[in-house]
């Protein structure tokens, strides 16, 4: 439940305008490191040079040779960034400085800049009450300014967040190794078998985008509220401590049910606020990962 808001989707800076310095800074640029040792299909061997990884010495070749080898995984070759962003209602919803569609589409922007960049192959589902769209993997600056159109459309869908559908034609439509990206919410029906289905085969990475008034209530007498999603329309006392306890109560469950989750998937989320700035929050990321550590 939400607030009044309007969503900003084609009214702020164009998204390609606000990706190109982000793409343009240095841990940006580095996005590799993001998929060191992650999902790797092995390719080849060949001999070691330095400043190749040693985690990758085949030390079974390298003592029967005399000479170091190191394997070589598909990933040092090409990569696929897959991203599935959430467009419902609810994401279009800010209290703050911003709304989470906004961060939203900003963080997905920059990971195909980047992944164009770096000569990767990137691929885009969008999704709503819905699947709205689907945008196989693909190679270069066309496909890529394509998703950033897609990204920048607005968006005419109904009630719900059918992110079950999105992960559904994700497993469908990709069978190797992939980073992929989920910037949602997650308000949304029980996903939790599929996105365990989706973790136990690729690199996945959940992005939480979320709002402070979601958590604490501010209290400004009677309010009404209206459903970013469904429309419904209710009337609360928000001066009422009894009823900010009840809304803290319900974020703080939600919330923990998904830590949870994503514990037992062992998946490291990264959780933003529109306030937060989102490319420092991913460079911050791919730091942690590049040094073996989770978030």
């Known amino acids: 439940m939400a607030g009044d808001s309007t969503s900003s989707r084609g009214g702020g800076p164009p998204i390609e ?32 040079e330095p400043g190749d990884d040693v985690r990758h010495i085949d030390w079974n070749v390298t003592a029967r040779s005399g000479e170091p080898w190191v394997r070589v995984y598909e990933e040092e070759r090409e990569l696929t960034v897959f991203l599935l962003v959430d467009v419902s209602g609810s994401m279009a919803y800010g209290s703050h400085q911003g709304l989470k569609s906004d ?3 900003r963080l997905a922007a920059t990971l195909v800049r980047s992944a164009q960049r770096a000569g990767d192959r990137v ?5 709503a009450d819905r699947v709205l769209s689907v945008d196989p993997p693909r190679k270069g600056r066309a496909h890529a300014t394509r ?21 559904h034609r994700l497993l469908e439509l990709r069978r190797r190794s992939a980073m992929v990206f989920v910037l949602s919410d997650f308000a949304a029906a029980p996903y939790d078998d599929l996105l365990r289905a989706a973790a136990a085969r690729y690199d996945l990475v959940p992005v939480v985008l979320r709002d402070r008034a979601e958590w604490a209530l501010p209290s400004d007498g009677l309010v009404r ?9 209710v009337t609360i006392d928000s001066s009422d401590p009894a009823v900010r306890r009840a809304w803290q109560s319900a974020a703080v469950a939600e919330h923990a049910r998904r830590a ?21 929050a991913l460079s911050n990321l791919m730091l942690r990962r590049a040094a073996g550590r989770r978030p």
């Open 123 to 127: 691929g885009l589902i969008t999704f």
């Open 260 to 280: 949870h989750l994503f514990r037992a998937l062992h998946l490291s989320p990264l959780e933003l606020e529109a306030a937060d700035d989102a490319v420092r």
């Open 147 to 167: 998703l950033l159109e897609r990204l920048a459309l607005p968006v005419d869908a109904g009630p719900g967040t059918d992110l079950r559908g999105a992960l």
């Open 225 to 233: 509220l209206r459903d970013a999603e469904t429309g419904a329309l």
């Open 103 to 105: 961060s939203s589409a």
């Open 17 to 48: 305008f606000v990706t190109r310095r982000a793409v343009a800074e240095p841990t940006c640029g580095g996005y590799r490191s993001l998929f060191k040792g992650q999902g790797s299909d092995f390719s080849e061997l060949r001999a070691y």
